[in-house]
């Protein structure tokens, strides 16, 4: 079986990946010690076993505790960089990193520390293993419209160094319309949109992502196979579902990964991809959540082919290196 061979080797963008989720649990004790913060955990193995999630929200509260442990510009270089050598090892030749700048702001790290030490990552990804690195920030939509505007003011100085705009964090009861008004300014200013909806929430959270804030992807959108008429839309429109098996899968969205929609999706036309979202948490990188999918499912090399030419036709690279990849 030359399948999972082809899924390893063959080049692939991911569009969806937040650069904090990609914290494995050794760094985060070496930076603890580095930074002399305390950790609630004993050990390395203490806490990937708290890893054990049942929803979003389990997730999101050990995602965010991981988080405190990064200080320094030099902290979020290396945590950049690390990630950046796994995408390298996966056949990514280019990514597109989500960054969650309020986690550090709120504990008094300064938006240039994350933004400085992110961006030095990403020029030396490109110079050194040859993969191509662009960061988007998002808004976390637990925190209120005016907060975000408060951040995308502190971010705007260093605006050449992100080309996009996103927003996560806990989905139901924060639809995408809280976040209108300052997703129209951004859209002024020129950014690339996107933003997490249908993940655990419903397919009108799709919608409104889609007519109120206009975003160009769809981050995850699993829950978009409920609703019909969604369904042609996405397909009509070539809106991309940036779609994370491994997540779903360990946060519960799907009982396994045979019972995932992927191919559901795809055959019904939509310009699906696969990606990480927060591999340190959720068992694997790019090339692992090929595997487990397409071990788990009717899938052939026809399929391979069409998610890794989604992944870049949904990229925001130029259109001609778009078209060299396509
Ligand atoms: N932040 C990090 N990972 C996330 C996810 N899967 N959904 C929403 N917010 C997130
Ligand atoms: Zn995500």
Same mark, same amino acid.
């Given at each position: ?12 963008? !991911? ?183 249908? !993940? ?87 090339? !692992? ?29 130029? !259109? ?7």
């Amino acid at each position: 079986d030359r399948l999972p061979a082809l899924l390893r080797l063959m080049p692939k963008a !991911e569009l969806h990946i937040h650069i904090e989720g990609s914290l494995e649990p050794e760094l985060i004790f070496a930076l603890a010690r580095r930074n002399g913060v305390a950790l609630p955990y004993a050990s390395v193995d203490a806490l990937r076993s708290a890893y054990a999630f049942t929803n979003l929200q389990s997730f999101l509260d050990i995602y965010y505790a991981g988080a405190s442990v990064l200080l320094t510009e030099q902290d979020f270089y290396d945590m950049a960089r690390a990630y950046l050598l796994k995408a390298a090892q996966d056949n990514v030749i280019h990514t597109e990193l989500f960054f969650d700048p309020q986690t550090h702001t709120a504990r008094g790290v300064p938006m240039e520390t994350v933004i400085n030490g992110l961006h030095r990552a990403c020029v030396d990804a490109q110079a050194e293993m040859g993969v191509s690195a662009s960061l988007i920030l998002c808004f976390l939509r637990h925190l209120s419209e005016e907060d975000a505007f408060e951040t995308l003011e502190q971010a705007l100085p260093f605006q050449d160094k992100f080309i996009g705009i996103g927003l996560d964090s806990g989905e139901v009861g924060n639809p995408p319309e809280k976040f209108a008004r300052v997703f129209a300014r951004c859209r002024e200013l020129g950014f690339h949109l996107v933003a997490h909806a249908g !993940e655990e929430g419903p397919p009108a959270y799709v919608w409104t992502a889609l007519d109120v804030l206009k975003v160009e992807r769809i981050d995850h959108g699993v829950q978009s196979s409920r609703d019909a008429l969604l369904m042609q839309r996405l397909a009509q429109d070539r809106i991309a579902l940036t779609v994370c098996p491994l997540s779903n899968l360990k946060l519960c969205v799907f009982p396994d990964l045979a019972s995932h929609n992927l191919r559901q999706l795809l055959d019904a036309g939509l310009a699906a991809t696969v990606n990480s979202d927060d591999p340190a948490y959720f068992g694997g990188y790019m090339n !692992e959540n090929f595997t487990q999918t397409f071990a788990a499912g009717p899938f052939n090399a026809e399929h391979a082919y069409r998610l890794a030419r989604n992944s870049f036709e949904a990229s925001f690279i130029d !259109e001609a290196a778009k078209a060299r990849h396509i």
